[in-house]
């Protein structure tokens, strides 16, 4: 038996957009010089990380409660889900006066746990549960079966998808010249499959690229593939797009309507949010940046062009900067950890700060335990740089005075336990 594959509607996003009217904000498409000057191009940014519960996710939650059946209102609704489709489905039940339950894993940041519950008020309660999203899903999934209770998928629903695809409709609206690129950021597909079923038929000229992060290529492994495949890990850095699997129906229409599906490093994004802070004090989540980091991947197909990069969210827990600021430096070069094996003789660190470090080299980090009855003694050292051309001088220093090293840099599963 054939199956017809799903594509959204034109009317039907029309619709949606018009079920949102008063609630989601018509976030603004706004101009960046700062890119706009490194790429040589009109670099513009449609600020999805304005919406009231800053990401986009209120666009599709809203859309799918608010078609409900008072039958179902009046049973409730369920989510899993650790940060903005919460807050979304929280704050939707909250205006539509639906009772929901959260369920989100239990380590999740006590910021996140409390925006939900800030956003959801008495409408919503909150169930921390399973070590993981995975866990939480599969246990939100139960609930509903057991209760009877609608499930709120993230991605995977014809009205979610419709929802996030007035996104598209905004920014045709707002765009004063042609848009010759479009860069979605992609976890579960439902935004790049929304707002690309807008573009590709009012805008057919516009090449729309979707984006993933490098840890966690889903989509892009499942377009190479075929078919929709499940990844057996993944890196949840990037944690508002990091999906072992993409949705049924996501799948299909980005298979239809986007160029590509490109991968970034989580150190770029890094970068990229810090870059965007120091510059335009604009805050961003590591998936929010995502498109914008993907600027570094095309620079050589975009120089000249008029592109929009689409930031989806900024609900960035701030106990998190420091492991950003550290990916950042390790993808620019100019941090790097060493197990250094030396001499266990009066001396040896002196000689080696004196004829080792350069002049604009510091030491971060230094951890060292001399060893009874040993010739030498293992330290791990980090040592921040100036410049990334400073590191080949660093280790050829190292290497005339003919001392021990392991570079953990490109080691990262013994890194990991250091750092």
Known sequence: MQTTTYIPDLKDIETAAECLE????????????????????????KREDLQVVRSYKIRGAYNKISHLS???MQKGV?????????????????????????FMPAP???????????????????????????????????????????????????KIIEGQGTVGLELLKDSNS?????????GGGGL????????????????????????????????EAGHRITLDTIDKFVDGAAVKSVGDKTFDIVRENLEKVITVPEGLVCSTMLELYERDAIVLEPAGTLSIAALEQLKEEITGKTVVCLLSGNNNDISRTEEIRERALLYQG??????????????????????????????????????TAK????????????????????????????????YLNQKPEILQYYI
Do not use: W
């Not at 008063?22 to 940014?45: D, I, R, W």
């Open 22 to 45: 008063g609630v989601a904000v018509h976030t603004p498409l706004t101009p960046n010089l700062t890119f706009s000057e490194k790429y040589k191009a009109n670099v513009l940014f």
């Open 70 to 72: 008072e039958d179902e």
């Open 78 to 102: 369920i989510c899993a889900s650790a940060g903005n489709h919460a807050q979304g489905v929280a704050y939707s039940c909250q205006l539509l006066g639906v009772k929901a339950t959260i």
């Open 108 to 158: 999740t940041p006590k910021q996140k746990v409390e925006q939900v519950r800030f956003f959801g008020k008495e409408f919503v309660e909150i169930v921390l549960i399973g070590d993981t999203f995975d866990d939480a899903y599969e246990l939100a999934k139960e609930f509903s079966i057991k209760t009877g209770s609608e499930f709120i998928h993230p991605f995977d629903n014809e």
């Open 178 to 186: 042609q848009i010759d690129f479009l860069i979605l950021p992609i």
């Open 192 to 223: 790049a499959a929304g707002v690309s079923s807008v573009i590709k038929q009012l805008s057919p000229e516009t090449r729309i690229i979707g984006v993933e992060p490098e840890g966690a290529p889903s989509m892009k492994d499942s377009l």
């Open 334 to 371: 100019l941090k790097h950890y060493f197990l250094v094996q030396f001499p266990q003789r009066a001396g040896a660190l002196k000689e080696f700060l004196v004829e080792v470090l350069g002049p604009d080299d510091d030491i971060v980090l230094f951890e060292y335990t001399k060893k």
């Open 375 to 406: 010739e030498k003694g293992p330290a791990l050292i980090g040592i921040e740089l100036k410049s990334k051309a400073d590191f080949r001088p660093l280790v050829a220093r190292m290497e005339v005075l003919k001392i021990q090293i392991e």
